[in-house]
Structures are given as C-alpha cells and as structure tokens.
C-alpha cells in the first residue's frame, strides 16, 4: 500500500492563517498536521508516501527533512496551486500509476487513526470513508448511498439515494481504478476545467464502474474534522484532539 496525500492549496477560507501558513503545517498537540499522518502511516505499515505540495512549498520541504528520520517521503510539486485540486491530482499522475494499492489523503484533516485502520483493513478494494453526522448545507463533500451502494459523490448530489454522510478525504484504490482516476483528471484538465475539485475526477469513475466496485466504510462516531475555517481550528483543540487515542493527542 502506497499513500498520496493532497498538501499543495493554500487555505484562503482560514483568513490571516491560511494565507501565511500551509495548512499541513498547523500544529495541534505540538505536531503539525504532516507530523501526525506521517506517523500513523509508518505505525501502520505504509512505507511509500508521495507529498503533493504548491504554496510555501519549500516551508513544507523543510518539515519534511525535518521528520523524515531515515525514511524516504516523494514530493510532486503543483505550480499552478492556486487552481483547483484536480490540478494537484494530475500532477500525482506517475505517483498513482505506480502500482499496486494506493491511498489518497487530504492533507488538512485531523483525525483518529481508527479511521486508517478501517481503510486498511476493509474488504473493500476501492473504498470511501463516510461519516453520516454530516452537518446540513453545501460546504460538506457527501457520498450517497442507494441499496448499500456508494452512488454519487459530491457536495450537491445528482443521483437518487436512500441516505448520505460525509467524505472523510480520505480514499483507498485499487491499482486499476487509480489508473481510472488519472485518466478522468486528464480528462477534466483537457476540457479546460482546471478549476474543479479532485472529488469530481473521482466522482466520474464511479459512476461509469459497475455496481459493487466501490464501498464504503462507515467512521459515525469516531472524532475527525477538516481544517476550512477559523472555527475549525479551534474546533479541533477544543472538540477532537480530547477525543483522540492517547497516544495521537
């Protein structure tokens, strides 16, 4: 298993913060964000890890000598950060074409490692996250689900559903359907929508898949949050680093 995670945008959405430091950068706990998917990642056995990185790009370089300790973490860099993440997709094509199993990670997500044990460990050879204590609106990246199924993906569903939850950001992939993946992203990229989220080149792919490739797993309960806003920040001192495992506080 491989890891790709997505640390290249800048947060304009937190204000001040966003525009002087990545988001992979916030400390919580005295450990940046990176610091902490690093380490569960080596704790759960994933050697390989790609770095997709763009703004203040060599303050991340410089976090990861920082951390590396011995091991080897790539680095994709997107010069053209500042468009939409579908971007930052195609740069990680030779990443994701690499072979076997690969994860995909959002960068800016706090979070208990239950939710990678589960990804790892699901019987699911292409696999979502979904929290289903999704908070109303359009802000939320929502996965649908019709018949036990994932049926569509984004934050303003087209598809019919019986229910739908919250996209963690993070995703597990077969080495076929990552090639898929590269495919839809170039696609987007060629049509000149350079300003798309990455979601929607994964959106493409499953919905022309057949029924049953992709699942889910379903994390209600355990305590994560994305890092968008200003309240997120203190949201995530105040509400879910307490809620962590010990040893990831």
């Not at 790709?4 to 966003?18: E, K, P, Y």
């Not at 997709?89 to 994860?103: D, I, P, S």
């Not at 049926?151 to 739908?164: A, G, I, N, S, W």
């Not at 806003?229 to 203190?234: C, I, L, N, W």
Request: proline share 4%; net charge negative; with cysteine.
């Amino acid at each position: 298993m491989r890891a790709v995670i997505f640390a290249a945008g800048m947060g304009r959405r937190l204000g001040a913060a966003g525009r002087r430091t990545p988001k992979v950068l916030l400390r919580f706990g005295g450990r940046s964000l990176l610091e902490r998917h690093l380490a569960l990642l080596a704790e759960l056995g994933v050697a390989a890890v790609t770095v997709a990185i763009g703004f203040e790009a060599e303050r991340v370089r410089a976090e990861l000598a920082r951390l590396e300790g011995g091991r080897r973490v790539d680095t994709v860099e997107n010069a053209a950060f500042s468009a939409g993440s579908v971007t930052t997709l195609w740069c990680l094509r030779e990443a994701l074409r690499a072979g076997g199993e690969v994860m995909i990670m959002d960068g800016d997500v706090l979070y208990d490692r239950r939710m990678l044990q589960r990804l790892l460990a699901s019987e699911h050879e292409n696999c979502f996250l979904l929290d289903r204590a999704v908070e109303p609106g359009e802000e939320p990246m929502k996965l649908a689900v019709r018949d036990g199924q994932p049926v569509d993906f984004r934050k303003t569903l087209e598809q019919p559903y019986d229910y739908y939850g919250e996209s963690v950001g993070f995703f597990r992939l077969s080495e076929a359907i990552a090639a898929r993946l590269v495919e839809a992203a170039g696609q987007i990229i060629d049509a000149g929508r350079r300003d798309e989220y990455f979601e929607e080149a994964l959106r493409a792919v499953l919905l022309t898949e057949p029924a049953g490739r992709f699942g889910f797993e379903d994390v209600t309960g355990l305590p994560w949050i994305e890092i968008d806003f200003p309240d997120d920040v203190s949201r995530a001192e105040r509400e879910i680093l307490p809620r962590l495992l010990p040893a990831d506080r």
